[in-house]
């Protein structure tokens, strides 16, 4: 089917902030190339989601410069314009390590990414680093669930300063409303699939974090840490 | 329908430790006071759940000490030969209040009874109630929900002390999570119906609980307060 | 249970923002005007969702300057400091009606409140009143669901303008997808429980919400219209 | 199994206006071929979806002309009389490519296939190969969903000139609704089962096409391509 | 709410080939009745459903031509410059009752209305009264559900005769496949909410409609006859 | 409506073995008195299920001998004809109540009715007063649930004897289960929707029923007492 | 585990007609031959069902007479003194083919095998298999679905001629409702997973069956053809 | 993601009563090695649930004393100073196999696992072993299921003995309303995925134990064989 053109919308950054990015799941690697060659020829960063190596190998081979987040699934290549903070950020994360509670303190501007347990770190990892790849200070709470509340508590300075808080969790999902109580910025909260029988792959957490007494949380879609970065984003008035 | 008779199960306390209730919802006032009579006759506290005033007044015809509570909705018959502390305390219950954070220290052979919310205090006294016509010292910890944290913290010693931890709660029922974190003793957890939305009466606190990513937590069904006692009791070893 | 004290969480406005709020649905109008007083007097603006004539009255009865919106079921009593915008916008809501496009150009802090369809106003106005009481400038645009994808094209210079917009949508609920592509601020989603049949109230807007293809959107429970306007205003920076 | 017959319907092409297709998804391969086979001696046009390769290959060998196209997953073989559009059309589009927005206008009797994304081109494709294979003209316009309203908005003429609209979409599947609002012909939905998390492998596409607030819109089941072409097909009045 | 304006798409019937109709549902008599003037005073006929008596009184005080069917719960004003056949039907269907097999032959353009059992009637009539009301001849055929075979088989010419066929069914909900098989005109089929248990107020025939291995079938919402007349209408290609 | 025939099977008895009977909820008394009128004028035994007082007055003003049974929610009118066991036992279950042990030992012809608690009765009660309609022997065996295991054992007898055994369970449904593993003939299982919570009105018995480890179990719909007797009338073969 | 014995319970086919099957799914190819090992030195016939041939191969090495059946995945070994119908019959049916319409006629003690598809073959024959083992006569009907209703009906005299019929369906499952009006014996609905989209792996057609209007229907889960043929046995009072 | 510490609740046995363990699933074998590794230097026990062998190489890689249990897909490193019952347990289940019911008696602190079949046994497996692992006696009660009800009745005077009994049952779930109506000790239920169809992969056997009409049952997250030993433990004070 490689003569069907797809109908990119070139547009969207100027519309709504952000190019448009790659859904790679259920494309071919030979579609998700050809789109991001066009989308890297008009301009834009390109990211695509739900990669697989597959897919980094044939954008890689139109784009060198294609990098792959494996935890994360993301291919990332940086727009040809591009010097600053946005792109650096994820090289950094892949070759040095995110540092998970950095030295500089959160600002109004920082985006947290939190999570409740280490299963949860792939979901995070593409928010993380979607949001530093758009070119947003992002700062890491991985495993703080409710279970052991004063892990949180550790961090409530951070979290009271943040400029809005990824909140990742699986399982009973009650992070966002442990997190929402603790901090005046809001929350955008990820259910992820992370979990088991009554789980029924994320509703468990989903539901939990809709039905949160606590105000001020935005939800996503199951494992969409793509869009929980995009709206943070949004939230924090970042365009790249 | 009233010629045909109900088939009680009088040697209930015998067998399992506590004697058969009656679940009144669905059964007509004539129902419920022929098997309370009944019940009471063979020597047993009666106790109904889910009862309405029209139940109570017909049990009452025939059996005039017994009680009403409305906000449980739970009618007590103090057995016969009953001198202790089981009928005593419902009844001190509804006269002098269920003091919610009592003068004596909680004891291993406590029951603390905990909601999230004050909408959750129906469900939360069918538990208190029904535990403490069946003998067991009850401490109410009411309106100790995850978004405001300090408030469940501020109770850890006696979360620490009790014998078992009732915990109820509707919206996204992380309470039993929060507090199976805090002590080591069994967690009895009860999902709320109370909730709009996507909380599909209840169904989503109850997801939540079955998903807690803490350990040590037993759920019984939706606004089961009874059900939850009876678990209690029968951790505790309590017999009537 | 009047003698059962409620556990009101008094920090929240310093913590997270806002005061707490009453959830009055399920609670008695007692314990609606307990909890109103005891906000009141402790500084607090009050307001309480899901509210009734009766909710009403027990309230007026111990602050008389209570407030009813019946549309949007909301009580609102202005902390007695008050003096500015926020609680004079709801007053004119009511005695001057709600200017759906007002002469003033849409800025960077206002609030959009967007509707589907006529039948979504109790949510939109739960919404739009709850922000304006916390001091937040709402703009209202109804009625300009997505089968007539022109009514709200003719708005797409407000919606490009707004702070944040709060899309508010029952049946088949794409009204945010529509406007989320149609600017760079971020979109609150609100389903509504409008609809029948396969509408399984609210959980085919919902759904339809938590997949959209469009980026920035955060989903709120349905008709959670309260939920919306708490996180539009953290996401604009309002404390009360 | 290959002794227990098949009861084919050789009827139906009279009675219904095409003939019985094959569902080859959990048929064996010499299932399928004996069926191809068999309807092929009956004068049939052979159809056969959701088949593999293996599929093909089998019935390949007892009908030699039968083509095989992989995104679709179709097996066609042209009835031994076929002279006509019918069969020239899918032959070409696998040969030399749909063009997606052919030189001719749409006229009454052309059926436009539209996709919400990239993702949903199988589902697309069986639908206007079906269409095709039964001598009806078919339009594509692929990736024009409501996230960037104004691609769908460019083909305006074509949605209004169109005999009948198959509006393919999977994610918040807003786009019959979409297009039901732009044209007065009727509109076959197609949810696919694009998507993840919430998504429920197509529940939420197939929820909001069913609550659609535009008229004139039918739904077929999840993925079901076919479906919508036959049913496209009757509302026509072709038979092949 | 009165001064809140409803956004009405005047422009509806030219674009999409009927005007838009009133979802009384929800909306107070007063709403229904200034929507209904509005509509009126445009040049369009009136059809409301879901409609109350007291939503009838309230229109009727406006608009004094107002009829309300009330099996159909359907309220309909016809347009000032009407004199046709549409507006005379269904004020026969009242009058005179609908005869279930008119003398005439079913033609080409005719709409046939099946139900599987009399419990179906209220969402048949509501399809078959806005056919009529836009214009389009209906012949009911009422009862032949499933489970008697033979009284569906005894209308097989009316049914091969037919231009639309809507099949209207609750409990298994199987008479669409039933009709799909007996003849080549497209067939809407309506679920409705008729059944119990496991029916689940439609999902069961619903369900059952979504799967039928007859092709030609496209289905609306649950209980949506007025959806399920709007489709046939554009499928008939007529416009009011 | 009334002008709107029913199309009755008359031919049902015949072909079927027993008459139609009348679903009548949903329908007005009238319609349930028309149709009543006509099954009892072609000779048959009338059976009105799901019925109201109304509409047993309605029946009643045509048919004099019209019987209601306000626990089952059925009206009987046995046919002109009859003169034997089968319209004089539901006369006997009335005014002499059904013995629920007869004296006469359970046969090979006999229908076994359990239940697991008393509140399963009006489904119960459904079932045997219409096997006692259409002729077939009766005995009830109320109240054996599965948590006092011994008093289903203590008819081990009886259950063995009988010939079909109809057994009615809400709660966790499994009364079935355990009576097809003490038995050889064929059991019936009805699920009520008696409970609360995560019974979600009677899906979890139901589902119970359905994935018993016992053999030999047919299941019906939910509170379907009507549907069970039926299918018991034809294992035994008995003809009305 | 081969340590940890099973607690086979031999006395089954006294108690309940047949003996205990062995449900291979989820067990060890040495689980399931120790356990037939024991059932048939303790003088039972040996069925596995959902077995692969691994299950055999381990099954025959103890057991060289196991025979296994790959459409139906049955296991059997006759057991050692069987000389009759039933063990002749299913090898028949591998050697020489299961004739669908057999010449003799069904008589009352015929099970009818009746499928809608032929995608429902490895239930079917999972169901005919079973009753063949255990000594019934079995006719097999396939592919007689609704969708070409002739095909049922030109059965008629067979299915009215049956003992039980055992109607085996996927998609939207409406057979059993077909068959059930056609006949007077029971039918055992068995619902299949045959089906995509909104069928949800069965599903769908289990809930077809269960709200059929049609009487005398019993269904089982999802796929369990042997579940059918043991109800159809205990029906038949067929004891092996 | 090497580099992203893990953050370890060192301080969960002196809060909880048990050390945090670790849910292999969904971590690689490196991630679970190096918490393994850094547990067990802090001085605990440590224990991998739903270890894959591959996960059980990695850790002895690093703890060569790591024991790995296939069936319950556990993994446990005994704490450098465990010298008694806890760790001698499992191993010796593992060399001499569990005896499922030993020569001595239960006694008070005896924890019964009991399962409905054998292929419960995984999860049952996984619930014994971490209790002995814990250090608590555990008696083994497997394939004691409701269809066979004479195999619990006779372990009555074990069941009745037990301190808790964890009752492990898929299929209809029935098995611990059955044993809850035996004893006065507590029950935990565990609802296995093992079953088909309706079963929907556990949820059946959940809502059975949620709507259990017996008192007593405290249940667990499907399959959670870890979190049913957990709740034991505490139920009978063990710490470790």
Chains 1, 2, 3, 4, 5, 6, 7, 8 share one sequence.
Do not use: W
């Not at 952000?18 to 050809?34: D, H, L, N």
């Not at 300075?157 to 442990?178: K, N, Y």
């Not at 949380?217 to 924090?236: E, F, H, R, T, W």
């Amino acid at each position: 089917m490689a003569q069907v053109d797809t109908n990119i919308d070139f547009d969207r950054a100027r519309r709504c902030g952000q190019p448009e990015a790659i859904f790679a799941q259920g494309k071919t690697p030979e579609q998700v190339a050809r789109i991001a060659r066009d989308l890297y020829a008009a301009g834009n960063t390109v990211l695509a989601t739900r990669a697989t190596p597959e897919h980094h190998a044939a954008v890689a081979a139109v784009l060198p410069t294609a990098r792959y987040h494996d935890t994360a699934r993301l291919i990332v290549v940086a727009r040809q314009t591009d010097t600053g903070a946005g792109t650096h950020s994820p090289e950094s994360a892949e070759s040095a390590a995110p540092t998970k509670t950095g030295a500089e303190p959160a600002a109004a501007r920082t985006i947290v990414v939190a999570t409740a347990g280490t299963s949860d770190l792939p979901v995070a990892e593409e928010a993380a680093l979607t949001a530093e790849t758009y070119g947003a200070p992002v700062m890491r709470l991985y495993d703080i669930g409710v279970a052991g509340v004063h892990r949180a508590l550790a961090h409530t300075d951070r979290l009271e300063a943040a400029g809005v808080v990824i909140a990742v969790a699986g399982m009973e999902g009650a992070l966002p409303s442990l997190i929402a109580g603790l901090t005046a910025c809001p929350v955008v909260a990820v259910p992820t699939s992370v979990g088991y029988g009554a789980h029924f792959q994320g509703l468990a957490a989903l539901l939990t974090m809709l039905n949160s007494c606590a105000a001020g949380i935005g939800v996503v879609n199951i494992d969409n840490g793509y869009g929980a970065a995009m709206l943070a984003l949004k939230i924090l008035g970042v365009r790249s």
